[in-house]
């Protein structure tokens, strides 16, 4: 059972028709960046909760979730609705291992994300780690449309504080873009197409990957990567391929 402190909602930014962040003010206990943590409201007497990534790191407050409004979902039907002096239970504890600290030392750290998927990484990239660990950092970032592609202007500072270390490789899938690649992100590593734009190859011995966001890319993206020789990282059992699933 999560242990709830009320938080207060500070903040809240619309990027798109579904697309939110929430910002908000609560106790919570020191956590990593790419954790998650729980956050409820109280509907029809019950409290139902969800997990949701800190988008904010660690030394940062307050608090920031970015989340799409699920079509019938019973929490973000309501967190749609919240707005600045709101409440919101927020778990004392965070939780997670899609942790730098849970990855191996590798040449080139890729981070890739579908949808919400980007707001973990967003945390762990504004951290020291990556940088000071990584030789190259990927960030790899696949939506539908183009206004689904939410917090460019911190990717963009993210560039221009990190130039040669930091590459952004936006996908979208469905709309044409000149300056996204089209398709999705399993696909390219197949045909090769995602590793021929960065200029770095994907393999056992350099990269370390990172999966966040839609079930079904993380286990096409896994997939992908087994047919290269990466395999899954267990503490107990190294290897390339680190994930999290939002449903
Ligand atoms: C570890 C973890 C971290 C998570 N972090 C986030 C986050 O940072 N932001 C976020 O928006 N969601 C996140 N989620 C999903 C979140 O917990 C909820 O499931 C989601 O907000 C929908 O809540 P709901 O009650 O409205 O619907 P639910 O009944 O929980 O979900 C209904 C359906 O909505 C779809 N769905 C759920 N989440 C998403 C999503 N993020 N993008 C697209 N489709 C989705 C799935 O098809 C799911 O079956 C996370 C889930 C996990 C397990
Ligand atoms: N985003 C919106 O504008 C919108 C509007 C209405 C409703 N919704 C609802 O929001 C939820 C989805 O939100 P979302 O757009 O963030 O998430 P999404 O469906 O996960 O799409 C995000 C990206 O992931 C890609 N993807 C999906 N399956 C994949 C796979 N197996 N391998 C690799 N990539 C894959 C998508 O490509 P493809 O495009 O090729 O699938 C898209 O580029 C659904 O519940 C949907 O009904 C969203």
């Not at 981070?111 to 998927?117: I, K, P, R, S």
């Not at 990190?162 to 999705?184: C, K, V, Y």
């Not at 370390?208 to 990567?225: E, S």
């Not at 503490?235 to 390339?240: A, I, S, V």
Request: neutral net charge.
């Amino acid at each position: 059972m999560a242990a709830w402190n009320v938080g207060k909602v500070v903040e809240r930014t619309q990027w798109s028709k579904m697309l939110y962040s929430l910002y908000v003010e609560s106790d919570i206990e020191p956590f990593e960046a790419g954790q998650f943590v729980k956050m409820a409201l109280e509907i029809n007497g019950e409290v139902i909760g969800r997990p949701y990534s800190l988008v904010n790191p660690p030394d940062h407050r307050p608090l920031e979730i970015y989340y799409i409004e699920v079509p019938n979902g019973p929490l973000t039907f309501r967190l749609a609705k919240l707005s600045s002096g709101d409440e919101i239970l927020v778990a004392s504890r965070a939780h997670g291992f899609m942790i730098l600290d849970e990855v191996p030392q590798a040449k080139c750290l890729w981070l890739m994300a579908t949808g919400t998927g980007v707001g973990p990484f967003l945390s762990i990239l504004a951290t020291d780690k990556p940088w000071q660990r990584f030789e190259r950092v990927v960030l790899v970032y696949a939506v539908r449309t183009l206004s689904d592609l939410s917090y460019q202007e911190r990717i963009s500072q993210i560039s221009v504080k990190h130039p040669g270390q930091f590459t952004f490789i936006p996908f979208i899938s469905r709309e044409p873009s000149d300056f996204a690649l089209p398709g999705r992100i399993p696909q390219a590593i197949i045909d090769g197409r995602l590793e021929a734009h960065v200029g770095i190859n994907i393999s056992t011995e350099n990269s370390q990957i990172m999966l966040c966001g839609n079930p079904h890319m993380v286990k096409d993206t896994t997939n992908a990567l087994i047919e290269r020789g990466l395999k899954k990282h267990r503490r107990f059992d190294p290897g390339q391929i680190t994930m999290e699933n939002y449903w």
